[in-house]
């Protein structure tokens, strides 16, 4: 997989004049590369669930880890830090730009979130389904949370083990 990525990668370099020289994987003995292992895509087994196996499972669950479980299928955010350092300031559930002033003016386009707390400090925007706009209509209009979609009582212990306060 490796090897025909990087290939490719020269390939393309090569057709748009990034690159004039030689492509080396055209160097490699075609006997080794017979030896390679060959990439085969895994089965997937998303969404191969009964929707009464969903509803009965998020039963089972407390309020604020189906919350969590929730937002995690629905938009892929990382848990904990992504999810419970976020501010209700930057969610957008309107179909307007909104505009947060933070190290400096960022636009969340409309039906979207702006991660602060991502992977590496990174920041991004985030769109959001019908179903991830519904758990964040409920978070944002709960007034004992302050300023943070979850308060720090009632962030999942799992958190707190990890280390978030």
């Not at 892929?76 to 969610?91: D, F, T």
């Not at 957008?92 to 400090?121: C, E, Q, W």
């Not at 409920?138 to 083990?161: A, E, N, Y």
């Amino acid at each position: 997989m490796f090897y025909e990525r990087v290939n490719r990668v020269f390939t393309c370099a090569r057709r748009e004049r990034v690159f004039t020289g030689e492509s080396p994987c055209r160097l490699v003995n075609p006997e080794i590369l017979k030896n390679f292992p060959t990439w085969r895509p895994r089965e997937r087994w998303l969404n191969q669930h009964d929707q009464e196996e969903e509803t009965r499972l998020f039963r089972e669950l407390s309020p604020t880890i189906a919350a969590v479980s929730r937002i995690i299928l629905n938009t892929g955010l990382r848990p904990p830090k992504e999810i419970l350092l976020m501010e209700k300031e930057h969610v957008n559930l309107t179909d307007r730009v909104k505009r947060i002033k933070l190290d400096k003016v960022y636009m969340i386009p409309p039906h979207s979130i702006f991660v602060a707390n991502g992977k590496d400090g990174t920041k991004r925007m985030v769109p959001l389904n019908s179903t991830a706009e519904t758990v964040f209509e409920v978070l944002c209009g709960d007034k004992t949370t302050g300023k943070w979609l979850f308060s720090k009582d009632k962030r999942p212990l799992g958190s707190i083990k990890m280390g978030w306060q």
